[in-house]
């Protein structure tokens, strides 16, 4: 740190993402990345894009606004889009959440959040999960602050149901609720369906996961047009740009193949069922994930151990350091064949140990 | 504005980008833009990546930092990437200045300065330029405030001496200085070669206008690794994959071609200079610009109605209605056929009025 920086961020702990090692070639399934390459037309649009870098990308983002908005059958001013749901999910903090609106979370969740809350200085609570690692609904209903719930919730996988999520959104009227459904596509339902009964419900969804677009970083969310235009005035104020011309015009051809990008996610579904499954016969707890990773321990290894010993086998999952969960591994679901390639390893490893 | 949205914000006003209208097809002058398109190699690297955007971009951008770093004579840790520079000047504003060290930069400046000031709460000096719209280093002098500096400036186009910039970096050694080299590969002198002896010292580039990458978003700055480091911090506790596969890529293989960029830049210079010459022919009163973009007034023709009247006739150039420089136009310099198109439909206008 060098002595010119703020006392006011002194304490923050950055976000930590997945590791990418570049020593060897390894089956990642350590940062919930899709296994599918995009499709045809991303290809396309992206090439044609290229060829135009000298001129500034479309600040409203039109086009790529308009076909979310018929997808999810809204309007499109009540779509902002943003260089990840990272971005957007920090503009709604800065937004929607300060010390008359302090924030609430569970504290087994996104990493993320306890980061962009520190970095805006907004105040949180974090409240403990169940023992079972489901989210208490209660803990939300009527807590008069700013709910963030990941549904399906990180690195857990499980979901609320969308009666719940209604119940959290409905109860607190005068704060803003925003549900983070980066994953789901993956078997959860959407609380989009919501946004024109309350105008308190900010949904935010990713083309990072369900749409093979991690690397293009395009994010957006879905609420009343009124909240959508608090975060345009955020986003005029930090980066009018943020969304490059090449991953505007991918997300816009992405959502023309959106039949590709749903039948790769019954795939993973496929794969996720077949992988918890084996995970079982091996003796392991796996938590019930509607995502595309699982959340599993054993008895028979400790978490961090299988992490390294799967890692130096060239298999990268992601273990978490944090105690109620250091036994626990988070596994991305990929190929059939990466799948197969994990279960016989850990097989191995557990035949080893 | 929506009833939930945060007070802290509710006088913020934002950044107002370039008008990008779809009525008609426009010779476009007035976001300064490149009239050149990227060279062969960044569309090949682009869609080489944009069959892998499945993947995570590197949140390091190890390849691009290693190249700017070659090219600017600094070791990599003294660089970070960004999405537009945009996005670095927001987290130099947030890393190095607050209460205690306001910020002090011209009155008539890039106008997301005292955005960014406002958004982040942090207080803020305007000093007035001199009435030749120079900025008056002395002002800066000693200020013992966190010093920007667009160098050369916009809209005006004017450069500070390189020794002027050290005298402001040296007499403030408890303030970061940051010089904004937005335009500075069209004439003006780099700062870059004294950040290994000043400490405070951040000089802000990017891709957007010598190297043909606006609408792809690459910004970057080059300092003291522990400013870096700084600026690291706030970037991985906001967006740490904040550049995308594809502009990572493209920004790489652009300088694998700098010859190309650096070619092109001098053809704008010779453009900027004819076209100076013709306005100053027409009567105009053009101010000494380093950059690719003029800023000119006539007596002849009031700077709004130029402006409405070059627009009703296809060619966008930029006017800002603030009072000092409300008589002014920023023309971007272009290709000698949009200049010499500029200047005939200028003629007429003159003519008819």
Redesign the interface.
């Known amino acids: 740190?060098?002595r010119?920086?703020?006392?006011?961020?002194k304490n923050?702990t950055?976000?930590?993402?997945?590791e990418?090692p570049k020593d060897m070639q390894y089956i990642?399934l350590n940062?919930n990345?899709?296994?599918?390459?995009?499709s045809q037309a991303?290809?396309e649009a992206?090439?044609r894009?290229?060829?135009?870098?000298?001129?500034?990308?479309?600040?409203e983002s039109v086009s790529v606004r308009e076909r979310i908005a018929e997808i999810y059958g809204v309007k499109s001013n009540q779509v902002i889009v943003t260089?990840?749901s990272?971005?957007v999910l920090?503009f709604a903090f800065?937004?929607?959440?300060?010390d008359?609106?302090p924030l609430i979370f569970p504290n087994i969740t996104y990493g993320f959040y306890p980061?962009?809350a520190?970095?805006n200085h907004i105040p949180y609570t974090e409240k403990p999960l169940k023992d079972d690692f489901t989210i208490d609904a209660n803990d939300y209903i009527g807590a008069n602050k700013t709910v963030v719930i990941a549904n399906p919730n990180a690195p857990t996988g499980i979901m609320l149901s969308l009666d719940e999520i209604e119940n959290i959104v409905k109860s607190n009227p005068d704060?803003?609720v925003i549900i983070d459904e980066a994953y789901v596509d993956f078997g959860a339902q959407s609380a989009v369906q919501l946004v024109d009964k309350y105008?308190?419900l900010l949904v935010v969804q990713t083309f990072?996961k369900s749409r093979?677009?991690?690397?293009?970083?395009l994010g957006f969310a879905i609420g009343?047009k009124?909240?959508i235009?608090?975060l345009?005035?955020?986003?005029?104020?930090?980066?009018?740009?943020?969304v490059?011309?090449?991953?505007d015009a991918?997300g816009a051809a992405a959502l023309v193949d959106n039949d590709y990008y749903m039948t790769n996610c019954q795939t993973i579904i496929k794969n996720r069922e077949w992988t918890v499954a084996e995970l079982e016969k091996l003796g392991f707890e796996v938590l019930d994930s509607k995502t595309n990773f699982v959340f599993a321990k054993s008895d028979k290894i400790d978490g961090e151990k299988l992490y390294l010993e799967l890692k130096n086998r060239g298999i990268l999952v992601r273990h978490f350091t944090k105690e109620i969960i250091c036994q626990y591994n988070r596994i991305t679901i990929g190929t059939m064949e990466q799948m197969q390639k994990l279960i016989e390893t850990i097989t191995l490893i557990l035949e080893e140990n």
Chains 1, 2 share one sequence.
């Open positions: 740190m060098s010119y920086f703020t006392e006011k961020l923050l950055p976000y930590t993402p997945g990418q990642k940062t990345e899709s296994p599918f390459p995009p991303v290809g992206v090439l894009e290229s060829q135009k870098l000298q001129l500034y990308s479309d600040p260089n990840g990272d971005e920090n800065m937004a929607f959440a300060d008359k609106s980061v962009f520190e970095l704060n803003i105008d308190n990072s093979s677009m991690a690397g293009a970083r009343n009124s909240l235009a608090d345009n005035t955020i986003r005029y104020s930090t980066n009018p740009y943020n490059n011309r090449m991953t991918a």
